[in-house]
Nanobody, 114 residues
Framework: QVQLLESGGGLVQAGESLRLSCAASGTFFAINDMGWYRQAPGKQRELVASITRRGTTNYADSVKGRFTISRDNAKNTVFLQMNSLKPEDTAVYYC????????WGQGTQVTVSS
């Protein structure tokens, strides 16, 4: 079992930055892919960014050049640095990790005011 604890959400103005963190704990052999998804009100959950254990990254087109995903395998932690935030980035952000199956965090709210 894997438990994911997210932190770092909040309320910011457009153009500002936030850094999300997600730490995995529990009993597992290894965590493979990790990532961040988001869900805005009335919309489906969508992939924001993902990273393999070896560090290969993938981004949604809407965040390329503004967001950076990284991870610390020794600490089983994934980060999402979000720069130049826009109001359309407002959503609940969920951490995701795959260790034989997918696990999800509880979510952290990110609100960007114009």
């Amino acid at each position: 079992q894997v438990q994911l604890l997210e932190s770092g959400g909040g309320l910011v103005q457009a153009g500002e930055s936030l850094r999300l963190s997600c730490a995995a704990s529990g009993t597992f052999f290894a965590i493979n892919d990790m990532g961040w998804y988001r869900q805005a009100p009335g919309k489906q959950r969508e992939l924001v960014a993902s990273i393999t254990r070896r560090g290969t990254t993938n981004y949604a087109d809407s965040v390329k050049g503004r967001f950076t995903i990284s991870r610390d395998n020794a600490k089983n932690t994934v980060f999402l640095q979000m720069n130049s935030l826009k109001p359309e980035d407002t959503a609940v952000y969920y951490c995701n990790a795959y260790a034989r199956r997918a696990y999800w965090g509880q979510g952290t709210q990110v609100t960007v005011s114009s």
